[in-house]
């Protein structure tokens, strides 16, 4: 095409040559916007399984995205048995003192109750009191006790990476936030980069396409600027882990890298608001794969405290049912405590949360980490899928450069 056609050309559709680096843009934000939203949403497949249709890249992977935070959590940040050293076992038995002591009276009285009703009946007011404090009066210590072996043994009862991972994959929208929220600057970094990215390639398109004005030049353009944007807006969240100049005079550093005490704060706050919470390690220890330790060692010590406390009406209740039947009393009693019990730390959960400071400890260790484990945080959540981000990006890229091309040639 001669210079006069071309000049001719663009008098007659100068709209739409003047647009084309603004159409551009517009193409970079929507496919990074397209993108980010398709990370997360929606959280459950929508679709004909297998392949037609779309689950949020973090929802469809959830178990595997759980067990990378995890990893990061309990292998960087969080060490369990550092963390519960921090409970006074003391302090805890003070907490739960008063609803300790009515466990203690309810539970007696109903196995007294279930087994030998008459016999409870017949002992004496004083013997029912004298029994009821003896037991109370130890039960506060029994519980330091126990509470004294579970900070020793935390591993045998609590699997803190069983926790974390079953919360985040039962709760998908946790985890969209863990990531979205703590990342939010980045995801808005990432869309407004497709702007500016886009408008410099429209105006290499513009040009192109006004010399060769093929019908390929503007599908490929919108491809190539829905790719390229978004791969680059990836690696310019990251990249370079520290401060690196270019050209001489423009100084660059990952945005998630600049951020990371900001990112070490929300992150921390997260967590111990939300996932290592008092209320989420009681269910695990009550609830996991390790709690039938805890009930053992809790009907253990009730029982070494009835045997050690009980001697004052013992031999007469031993002598009234028959020592079977006192083993049978004693072990309900113990079985009843046991489930029970771990209920009532509940009451100690504010002195819980501060002692263990998981925010704090959370928030330290994250600033201690090196470029590259803090890259571990977030990285994970893109890595294995974003080339299907980016491919959807260079898909909508191309078809609007082809709209582009219907509108100039028809």
């Known amino acids: 095409m001669d210079v006069d056609a071309i000049v001719a050309d663009v008098s007659a559709h100068w709209q739409v040559y003047a647009s084309m680096p603004f159409i551009a843009a517009l193409i970079g934000y929507v496919t990074k916007r397209v993108a980010i939203e398709m990370m997360f949403k929606p ?43 921090r409970l006074d076992p003391d302090q805890v038995a003070k907490e739960i003192e008063q609803p300790l002591l009515r466990v203690v009276e309810d539970v007696t009285r109903e196995v007294m109750e279930q087994y030998q009703p008459r016999l409870w009946e017949m002992l004496p007011v004083g013997a029912q009191q004298l029994l009821l404090r003896r037991v109370q009066a130890e039960a506060p ?20 990476k069983h926790m974390v991972v079953t919360n985040l994959v039962r709760d998908k929208a946790l985890l969209n936030r863990l990531i979205r929220d703590i990342s939010r600057p980045e995801m808005t970094f990432i869309a407004r980069s497709g702007i500016v990215f886009g408008f410099y390639l429209g105006i290499v398109q513009l040009a192109v396409w006004t010399l060769t004005r093929s019908p390929l030049v503007l599908p490929a353009f919108g491809m190539l600027i829905g790719w390229f944007t978004d791969w680059l807006a990836l690696k310019m969240i990251f990249l370079p882990r520290e401060p690196r100049k270019f050209f001489g005079f423009y100084t660059w550093q990952g945005v998630f890298q600049k951020r990371r005490h900001q990112v070490a704060a929300d992150y921390g706050e997260m967590i ?3 996932i290592i919470t008092v209320p989420n390690i009681l269910e695990a220890v009550l609830t996991g794969p390790k709690s039938d330790r805890l009930f053992q060692m809790i009907t253990r010590e009730v029982q070494r405290t009835i045997d050690s406390q009980a001697s004052v009406v013992k031999p007469m209740v031993a002598v009234a049912v028959g020592t079977r039947k006192f083993q049978e009393m004693k072990q309900a009693a113990a079985k009843k405590a046991a489930e029970r019990v771990p209920h009532t730390v509940r009451h100690a959960e504010d002195y819980a949360i501060r002692a263990l400071d998981v925010r704090n400890t959370i928030v330290d260790r994250m600033r201690q980490l090196s470029p590259l484990e803090f890259e571990g945080l977030l990285r994970p959540a893109f890595r294995q899928d974003e080339w299907k981000l980016i491919a959807v990006g260079a898909v909508i890229g191309g078809l609007v450069g082809e709209l582009q091309v219907l509108l100039l040639l028809h």
């Open 272 to 274: 111990a608001a939300e």
């Open 43 to 85: 959280l459950e497949f929508v679709g004909i399984r297998p392949f037609l249709g779309w689950q949020g890249v973090l929802p469809a992977n959830a178990e595997r995205m759980a067990a990378t935070a995890t990893g990061m959590l309990t292998d960087n940040l969080v060490d369990p048995k550092e963390i519960f050293a």
């Open 141 to 160: 210590k029994a519980i330091a006790k126990i509470m004294r072996e579970i900070s020793n043994n935390i591993e045998d009862v609590l699997d803190l």
